[in-house]
């Protein structure tokens, strides 16, 4: 039976590398994978492309924006795909969370969904409260904070290297984030 999963993890845990090396792993094998990203994204100059910073790797992906439905985005009516990635989840709506379990179910594809788990505040972003909640199996993608501890917080900062705990929620753009351990984040909020 396929699976909805959910890999979560902090800024510059790599997620977009392991996402990749999935999609290019299911190429190689003659699968065709069906690869969606967030149509707010466009930190690399184009949106409906991943990269990595790890390993210089890219793909072409179809965009999600808050009033696609992903099931007539990929003509699923036509179409066959053997597996779905897709990254950046956090900015996916509540809506495509429960699209892409409906995929699971009606169509019985494996879907993978990469994305952070709370926003520079310390929240789960709306998306993320209803993947938790349907997922089928939630695996975390580890990094380290400056520290050495493990990195569970995205800290957005200013110019001056202080955070910033109050603002819009999505604020696209990795030049001022960094991964922090909780006891660092907090060390910093407090001062
Ligand atoms: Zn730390």
Known sequence: MAKLYYYYGTMFSAKSAKLLIMVYNFRERGLRPLVLTSGLDDRFGEVGEIHSRIHGLSCKALTVSSDTDILKLAD???ERYDIIVADEVQFFG????????????????NVFCFGLRSNYMGDLFPSIVSLMARADTIREIKTVCRCGHKATMNALLDENGNLIVEGNEIVVGDKQYAAF???????????
């Open 181 to 191: 351990c909780r006891k660092c984040y907090n060390k910093l909020k407090n001062i």
């Open 94 to 109: 509540k809506q495509h969370i429960e699209q892409l379990a409906d995929i699971v179910d009606n169509f019985n594809i």
């Open 76 to 78: 699923f009516e036509n």
